[in-house]
């Protein structure tokens, strides 16, 4: 009896630390998903400036005297 006690004592454990590992390997998923979210935005304001800085060289030089 005592055996079958401790076994399901341990199972218990085993279960709550497997709930916990859960948890918290959702709120890294979240966290992740959150920077990648950061990220995507980040990266799509510098392809703004890319595409602007490029069109500014493409008027300098168009406006450039031809020597």
Known sequence: ???QTDE???TQLELEGLKRTL???E???EQLLDRLDLLRLE???LQDQ???LEHRIDNLKQQQPLF
Do not use: G, L, P, Y
Request: no cysteine; net charge negative; charged share 30%.
């Open 50 to 52: 890319v595409e602007e």
């Open 1 to 3: 009896m005592s055996f």
């Open 8 to 10: 399901q004592q341990q």
């Open 43 to 45: 990266n799509a304001r």
């Open 27 to 29: 709120i890294q998923r």
């Open 23 to 25: 948890e918290w390997t």
